[in-house]
């Protein structure tokens, strides 16, 4: 075959592997299957206790049977362990541990997403079904998190609903929430001014008549160890359950002497956010999905592609955050070092052959390691992770190894006065097996890994997989298309664009002078 037709299939190749990179899809790390499952159910606020308990026994019944289940730990009348907001009797949680990995047949999340059916048949309950993951997600602890900053609290809200329809209806989107589900009932009282006017009342009587009513007043002060510790006086019975005590505290009207507080306020039933989130003394409100089935990438280029649909009111910016956004980080800084190290290859070749031009004939491996790293994505179905851009950074000091080994060989067969061709068969032949044996131990020693085996091994598999069809691709076409190179490079030499690839005369003088010294 003809060498211009070998540089461009190599080309075309290489072309088609980084259109390809759109087929591999990315995630911020790999998801590690850990035997664990995290059941959170809320039932609406004042469900009684015996109520929770029923539907936690429901979902206990179906998730029992389940072959892969080993044990069920279930709380009722709790919210998550590290949750902030105490006790309550509409609150319950599930702990499912699994046997281990090698003993089932389905991961944890295909069976999250079982249990995610069992859930859906449960009316009137919020319940929330996590594969517990203590490596692949980030610090965010949320895939996917959009972002909503502003100081319009009602269109923030409004917007905020939009977003969490949009991104619902995204395939493979799972447990979409926003920051203010979370909320708590209280009562708001309102004045009936009109009624107070008639009482001889004022509001500052009404607003001090309902505090000590609810938070009491000190009366008196006690003196113990040379402490002094205040004696409040509180009305017995007041709660947010139970209204009646507070509505008949007695007030005294000028006009009708002792009324009831219910005579001359309303008592209105609302919900509040049990947090309230800042940033940059804006107002931040979020949308948090967990996904399954699909990269991240994917997932995220649909929910952009969503949000730009939505018309967003001014004031207020949307972002992503959570993994998306460590992501896009985490991609940058390793491109960066990426070619930080492909550059710092090259110096260090530059410096061991004393030229510019075979250092750049070697450093075509690189390209032709991301032609088979992109198709060992692709065919074993791993996304492009942070574990496996190191993997790339690795490969760029690797691959160069066998293109090394080839040119160095080649150089010394000419300056024995070999023939350029000649020279480039023979160590093609000589080379050949060296090259072949340093390859096959490295794949075999990266094999374990990409085979995945033991729990907590997922986060290696990407790492593996780029460095083994990385150098397998990289090797067997360093073969054939660094000789053409080297030929085409060494051409070159006899024009003007030699200069650019050529060191200094005095510097090539004395390096040959070195040379011959060394040969002597």
Known sequence: MDRGWVITLAFLAFIASMAGI??????????????????SIELPPGSSLEETDRVVRRLEEAIYPLPEVASVYSRVGAGSEFSFEGNTSERATIDVRLVPLAERSRSSAEVA????????????????VTATDNFGGGLSGAPIQIQLRGDDEEAMERLLE?????????????????????????????????????????????????????????????????????????????????????ASVPIWSPVAGMVPLAEVVRFVPSFVPTTLQRDDQSRLMTVSASIFGRPLS??????????????????ISVQFGGDVQEMQEAFGDLGVALVLAIFLVYAVMAVQFESFRHPFTIMFSVPLAAIGVVFGLVVTGTPLSVPGFIGLIMLSGIVVNNAIVLVDYVNRLRA???????????????????????????????????????????????LAVVVIFGLTFSTFLTLVVVPIMYTWIDTLGTGRIARLFRLPASRRALSQGVEAQRQS
């Not at 009936?192 to 009366?219: D, F, K, M, N, W």
């Not at 004696?231 to 359950?241: K, V």
């Open 113 to 128: 997403e079982v249990i995610r059916g069992f859930a859906a048949d449960v009316p009137g309950a919020k319940i929330s």
């Open 22 to 39: 759109g087929l591999v899809g990315a995630e911020f790390l790999p998801a590690v299957d850990q035997g664990f499952i995290n059941i």
């Open 416 to 462: 024995e006065g070999m023939e350029r061709t000649e020279a480039l068969v023979q160590a093609g032949r000589t080379r050949l097996r060296p090259i072949l044996m340093t390859t096959l131990t490295t794949v075999l020693g990266m094999l374990p890994l990409a085979l995945g085996i033991g729990e907590g091994s997922e986060v290696q598999v990407p």
């Open 162 to 246: 939009e977003v969490a329809a949009a991104v619902r209806a995204v395939p493979g989107t799972r447990e979409v929430t926003t920051s203010l589900e979370d909320q708590r009932p209280e009562y708001r009282i309102e004045v009936r001014r009109e009624r107070i006017q008639e009482l001889g009342l004022s509001v500052p009587q009404i607003t001090s008549a309902v505090r000590t009513a609810v938070e009491g007043q000190v009366i008196t002060q006690l003196r113990s160890g040379g402490e002094e510790i205040d004696i409040r006086l509180q009305i017995q019975g007041i709660s947010d359950e139970n209204l009646d005590v507070l």
């Open 298 to 315: 994917a997932v995220m280029a649909e929910v952009a592609a969503a949000l730009a649909t939505i018309d967003i009111p001014p004031g």
